[in-house]
């Protein structure tokens, strides 16, 4: 229903956080590489800790790689950046979004925000730079699910 892609990650406790979140709330993450760590690092696998076994993860070699495979897969591109055209809020998110963040370090590259068909930004009070990667994710996937109405029921 919704994916979340990570664009070469800088962080491995973030992409840690994330990945455990998806898996939580039953969403597909694509890992758009190269990551500027292994993940199979140690510092990646204890902030994802168990959850990484239950997380529906796709690794992609490049950009490219990836783009290729969300073209034929028909996946609509969100790009969630501090400067995003338009509040994630205000935004009709769609079943089958892919919701992208940048790298922590330098978000993403022209070439890259250029492939998407949209871009969200959560709002925040003037003269602060930025939310953690992690935490405008979970923002902006929050609101996409409870748009589509895709939050998880309870558990058994």
Known sequence: MLRLA???????????TMIRMAACLGIAVDIVEPASFD??????RRSGMDYL???????HISFGAFENWRRQAGHRLVLAETDGATAHTEFAFL??????????S?????EVA?????SVHV???PGLRSLNVAIAAALVV????????GYPGPAA
Not at 6 to 16: E, M, T, V
Not at 95 to 104: Q, Y
């Open 6 to 16: 990570l664009y070469q990650p800088d962080i491995p406790q973030n992409a840690g």
């Open 53 to 59: 076994e239950r997380a529906a993860i796709t690794r």
């Open 114 to 118: 250029a492939a998407a068909e949209a």
């Open 123 to 125: 709002p925040m009070r």
């Open 39 to 44: 993940v199979s690092d140690r510092n990646f």
């Open 106 to 110: 330098a978000g993403v590259l022209p």
């Open 142 to 149: 929050g609101e996409a699910l409870r748009q589509l109405g």
């Open 95 to 104: 079943p089958g979004d892919i919701v992208l963040v940048g790298r922590e």
